[in-house]
């Protein structure tokens, strides 16, 4: 594969592969393109900054977490289908620990980078809630929406620290929160 030939998502995947090896705070667009292989002007065709990257990596991982044609299970309850989702979202995101763990810790050095991310964290949280057959329009969905993206937010630290290959830290601590979650909505009718 030349230079030119490499896709969108392989420039990702390479960035995320670098970054499991060094710290995305102290990564270069021109540190990338030289680990990916391709010049400076090959990387600037797709991203302009690391945070354009960043964008399409979320891009990537709701793609992959919500595959097309992914139904409501029949008889399952919102809690059950949005567990699903997100264990389905966590499982996937462990495919790139290495490099995500370093993005991750690389905001608390960088809060702007972490805020620059919070509108893509509500646009997948959205999608979420909407595969689980829940609304998000109007005030209640946006209530929703600020809800599930703080549990996702929360719980992410959690996995960050769950090295079980069966993520069980990761599913308690996204029960409990969903749970809390859905005796809070229950009690103000939302």
Not at 56 to 67: K, T
Request: charged fraction near 25%.
């Amino acid at each position: 594969m030349t230079a030119t030939q490499k896709t969108k998502e392989q420039l990702v995947l390479d960035a995320l592969a670098l970054a499991g090896e060094q710290d995305w705070g102290a990564l270069t667009l021109e540190g990338i393109a030289d680990y990916a292989g391709v010049t400076l002007a090959d990387l600037y065709a797709h991203f302009d900054s690391k945070a354009d990257i960043l964008a399409a990596l979320a891009q990537m991982i709701d793609d992959r977490a919500l595959p097309e044609g992914r139904g409501v299970a029949e008889g399952s309850s919102p809690r059950e289908e949005l567990f699903d989702i997100l264990m389905d979202r966590f499982e996937v995101l462990s495919e790139y620990r290495a490099g995500l763990i370093s993005i991750l810790n690389s905001f608390r050095c960088d809060p702007r980078q972490a805020l620059i991310g919070l509108p893509q964290v509500a646009h997948s949280m959205r999608r979420v809630l909407e595969a689980a057959g829940i609304e998000t329009d109007g005030w209640q969905g946006a209530i929703r929406v600020a809800g599930l993206s703080g549990i996702y937010l929360k719980v992410l630290h959690v996995w960050m620290e769950d090295g079980s290959p069966d993520l069980s830290k990761t599913m308690a601590a996204l029960d409990k929160d969903l749970g809390r979650a859905e005796s809070f909505i229950n009690a103000l009718g939302i």
